[in-house]
């Protein structure tokens, strides 16, 4: 689901994502190129989505600020910052947005100040400490950063995601027909995802296919379901969420996020793996559990 490109876009870049609902990923340089490159990349596919002129104008502005800032996050660690730009569609019908992530490996924030939905104004004659506000200020709010993991090293470093999102007008008319249809090419779709950020040979799966029906379990606690075209994640402390096939892309996202958070918070909910039974819990159909536990206690391959 990932679409690893080189530092350019094709002429139709935009086009296949919009039509495969694949991610975008681009490696970015760790200098000051990076603004420049990611401006380029943003344009480029804002462009083939026939995004408004004014929303591409302030797409490429929030893009270039973000990809700016990863150059601080080499000033708090040894290790290279491996910037990314990681663009996708999320949603359906009229609601449909170019979801925009740039990923860098610091987890945290220079000198630990981690920026709010409300971001504070720089001092009128300050030279710097503006780009997140204007980020925040075209965006209207709808900005962010979560823990995730890279989608480019194949290892799944961790590291976080600084987005915004615009809406994007022609997407039903850009759409192709190549979602999954049944549960189980939903979550292979979903597993390979998963796998190339670091989760493989962690993840436990089982298939009902008569019921059309899939469980993927990350983590304890942490599930993935695909039933009847519906895809949902279960993780602690959150609220049950739901999303239709299109939106694998966005289903992998919230399941990274969720992980690195629950591993983040670790010291107060022990993570346990996938493997332990605990990882299903009430309301799994009892073929599929039954599956599921003979797999996690290895008594079938
Ligand atoms: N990707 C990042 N990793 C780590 N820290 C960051 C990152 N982005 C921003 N920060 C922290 O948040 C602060 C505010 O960022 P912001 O973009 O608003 O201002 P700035 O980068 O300092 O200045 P300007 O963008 O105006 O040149 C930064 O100074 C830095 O401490
Ligand atoms: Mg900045």
Partial sequence: MTAVLAGRTDMDDGLRMAQTRTCGAWALP????????????????????????????????????????????????????????????????????????????????????????????????????????????????????????SRLSGTGIRGKAVWFALPVPAAEALAGAGHPITARDAMTELEQDLSTRGFGGRLVRADDHAADMAVLSIASGLTVWCRSAAAWLRAPGAAEQQWSYCDLVEVGEQAV?????????????????????????????????????????????
Avoid at 259 to 270: G, K, Q, R, W
Wanted: hydrophobic letters at 40%; one cysteine or more.
């Fill in 30 to 149: 760790g200098d000051p190129t990076c603004a420049g490159i990611a401006r380029r990349l943003f344009r480029g596919v804002a462009d083939e989505l026939a995004l408004d002129r004014e929303a591409i104008d302030d797409g490429v502005t929030m893009v270039s600020e973000l990809a700016a800032n990863t150059l601080h996050a080499s000033q708090d660690q040894p290790l290279p910052v491996n910037p990314e730009l990681w663009l996708y569609l999320r949603g359906t019908g009229l609601r449909v947005e170019l979801v925009c992530k740039v990923f860098d490996t610091l987890p945290g924030w220079v000198r630990g100040n981690v920026p709010g939905r409300a971001v504070g104004r720089a001092p009128a004659d300050a030279m710097s400490g503006r780009g997140l506000e204007v980020v925040h200020e075209l965006s209207l709010g709808y900005w962010g950063h979560h823990l995730t993991r």
């Fill in 257 to 301: 996020q969720a992980h690195e958070m629950i591993v983040a918070t670790a010291d107060t909910f022990p993570l346990l793996d996938a493997t332990r039974t605990g990882a299903l819990t009430r309301g799994t159909p009892r073929r599929v559990h039954a599956a599921v536990q003979a797999r996690a206690t290895g008594s079938v391959s």
